[in-house]
């Protein structure tokens, strides 16, 4: 069973981000599509899991996942893709087999073979990926064992150790250089930008009780999607400069070559007001123009510097790799003798059956008379020991089976 686990991986490693996004499938087109793959290219168990910078099929199959199964398997889950693409893709992935297979699940599961190294999000991917495929019924028992253990090692590596504590995100680094700065909970926010950055970014200020939002974005339909769940006023982008209603905290991200926020923005966007502000900067090249920050009371945060915060973090964070190969490499060990031991008991669960067979011909065939022959006493005592027997025969191969197992 172990040797038909194969994965086929595409990540930041061999794929650019674009051709992996291809890959992507939308969740209600999942089940029919990989239940077509499963059924056609003959899998026992499928695993789908898909993130913003990881595709990845875990399967077990008999057969040998070879460059011509590569191309059945490319070619049946996504067939609107062309030849070449389907060439393309089947040569791309990263391949892995049997027990490598179970090294690269807990090392992905772990985050050392993330982008980001230590990001805790992605054991919370891997076990939503798993119950996912599971409701499709596409896994079975070898995939459910492996998932169990998987998602116990990566547990075990963010518990001792501290690949996950220090923060390296730029969105996380931000909220936590906001946070650090005591700004109360009744702060004016001012967004502009509804993108991913910006849209991560602001569900941490709520999630942290900041309630008062404004929303700028090209687009208004995007300024009010997010402004609808920030529970905040979304506005066109537009309309920036004629804003009075004041701010305490700007937060900006938008893909412009040029400066959002001139002076001559700023001072509108004032309105008289000479407190400090704060300025949380995350596009590049910057939103805000740097006379805004040289010549006005604010106090800036740029991404460059929360660049440098988290290359130092990613630092820290690498110290620990060592450590958590080693947590892995006996997770490992561990994952050869759970699936010897469950290959026993998979193998041995029809022996009950089998002994309650013989008991019930012995008791009601081969030996019905001698036994209606009986006293209630000596009945009794012989269902006894009957049952003793039955169970003893039960267990005792299965125990010493594993001890066998266990030390091979």
Do not use: W
Not at 312 to 322: F, G, V, Y
Not at 338 to 347: N, P
Not at 388 to 397: G, H, L, N, Q, T
Request: glycine share 4%; charged share 30%.
């Amino acid at each position: 069973m172990l040797e038909n686990y194969h994965i086929i991986a595409f990540t930041h490693r061999n794929l650019d981000l674009n051709d992996i996004g291809k890959l992507h499938i939308d969740e209600t087109k999942q089940a029919q599509r990989l239940r077509v793959l499963s059924d056609t290219v003959g899998l026992d168990e499928l695993m789908f899991l898909s993130t913003c910078n990881r595709v990845e099929f875990h399967f077990l199959t008999p057969r040998e996942a070879d460059s011509d199964f590569a191309l059945d398997f490319f070619r049946t889950l996504y067939p609107e893709m062309s030849s070449e693409q389907i060439e393309h893709y089947a040569h791309r992935g990263d391949q892995f087999k049997g027990i490598g297979a179970v090294e690269h699940i807990l090392s992905v599961a772990s985050s050392i073979d993330s982008m980001v190294v230590g990001e805790r999000e992605i054991i919370t991917q891997v076990r939503n990926a798993f119950e996912a495929s599971r409701n499709m019924e596409l896994t079975g028992d070898f995939i459910r064992v492996l998932m169990r253990h998987t998602i116990e090692t990566a547990k075990r590596v963010y518990t001792e150790t501290s690949i996950a504590i220090k923060p390296v995100s730029v969105v996380s680094l931000a909220y936590h250089k906001l946070r650090d700065m005591n700004i109360p909970l009744d702060a004016r926010v001012m967004i502009i930008g509804a993108g991913v950055t910006n849209t991560n970014m602001s569900r941490f200020l709520k999630k942290h009780g900041f309630k008062h939002f404004a929303v700028f974005n090209r687009t208004l339909s995007k300024a009010e999607s997010l402004a609808q769940d920030l529970q905040g006023n979304a506005y066109p982008l537009n309309d920036l400069s004629d804003f009075r209603k004041g701010f305490d905290v700007l937060i900006t991200c938008t893909g412009s070559e040029h400066h959002i926020v001139t002076p001559e923005i700023y001072a509108s966007l004032l309105n008289g007001e000479t407190d400090r502000k704060v300025i949380i900067d995350l596009a590049l090249p910057q939103d805000i123009d740097p006379e805004i920050v040289a010549t006005r009371k604010v106090t800036h945060i740029s991404v460059e510097v929360l660049q440098k915060i988290s290359n130092e973090n990613l630092k820290e964070r690498s110290k620990e790799i060592q450590r958590v190969e080693e947590i892995i490499a006996e997770a490992v060990f561990e994952f050869r003798n759970i699936h010897k031991l469950r290959s026993v008991e998979l193998a041995m669960r029809e022996v009950p059956q089998k002994v309650k067979e013989i008991r019930s011909n012995a008791v009601n065939e081969i030996y019905k008379d001698e036994i209606n022959r009986l006293d209630p006493h000596s009945r009794e005592v012989l269902e006894k020991v009957i049952g003793y027997m039955e169970k003893k025969y039960m267990s005792v191969p299965m125990i010493m089976a594993k001890e066998i197992l266990l030390k091979h």
